[in-house]
T-cell receptor, first 113, second 113 residues
Framework: DQQVKQNSPSLSVQEGRISILNCDYT??????FLWYKKYPAEGPTFLIS?????DKNEDGRFTVFLNKSAKHLSLHIVPSQPGDSAVYFC????????????FGKGTKLSVKP | GAGVSQSPSNKVTEKGKDVELRCDPI?????LYWYRQSLGQGLEFLIY????????KSGLPSDRFSAERTGGSVSTLTIQRTQQEDSAVYLC???????????FGPGTRLTVL
């Protein structure tokens, strides 16, 4: 059973507009969440993270929102740029775990010029 | 660069052969993780090393899979008697002690014919 779900396999956005990538989780023991970006033939690159004690974390064009009651987080990219086109993975870490991350299946973002 | 490196980048093998995949973590990172990504799937945790502690092997899919980490640095993932379902990208990541954020290598694409 998937503990981290990214229900949209793909998303297409116009350059300059906002991209919103969503992620849902089921395990209430998750206390840290991360977003990774992955280009073809490369490993995932860490993008931004959020602790469960916060509901928002911002870094430049990237903002992650966490709604613990809904077990939902989202990544906002604004303004979107063609170079943002990649697969975005949501990952979670559980309190007391060894630190291994549980990943969603990813959402492929295409930003059109 | 000082990132995680993996070798080989690509490996094609015949069913039944053994393969070894190598990972060099970021210098000073005590934790090392192996994941694999099969086509259309998220990253699947395989094994975790932390310092000199016994590894967490809970993600290894069968006893054909094993991993070592020598001297607390370089790690080798070995797959014996490879099967076609072992075809995937094998990713290595490392992190600093006490940190959740993991930094990934470029991966090894394994194809079992």
């Amino acid at each position: 059973d998937q503990q981290v779900k990214q229900n949209s396999p793909s998303l297409s956005v116009q350059e300059g507009r906002i991209s919103i990538l969503n992620c849902d989780y089921t395990n209430s023991m998750f206390d840290y969440f991360l977003w990774y970006k992955k280009y073809p033939a490369e490993g995932p690159t860490f993008l931004i993270s959020i602790s469960s004690i916060k509901d928002k974390n911002e870094d430049g064009r990237f903002t992650v929102f966490l709604n613990k009651s809904a077990k939902h987080l989202s990544l906002h990219i604004v303004p979107s740029q063609p170079g943002d086109s990649a697969v975005y993975f949501c990952a979670a870490s559980a309190r007391g775990s060894q630190g291994n991350l549980i990943f969603g299946k990813g959402t492929k973002l295409s930003v059109k010029p | 660069g000082a990132g995680v490196s993996q070798s080989p980048s690509n490996k094609v093998t015949e069913k039944g052969k053994d393969v070894e995949l190598r990972c060099d973590p970021i210098s000073g990172h005590t934790a090392l993780y192996w994941y694999r990504q099969s086509l259309g799937q998220g990253l699947e945790f395989l094994i975790y090393f932390q310092g000199n502690s016994a590894p967490d092997k809970s993600g290894l899919p069968s006893d054909r899979f094993s991993a070592e980490r020598t001297g607390g640095s370089v790690s080798t993932l070995t797959i014996q008697r490879t099967q076609q379902e072992d075809s995937a990208v094998y990713l290595c990541a490392s992190s600093q002690r006490g940190q959740v954020t993991q930094y990934f290598g470029p991966g090894t694409r394994l194809t079992v014919l």
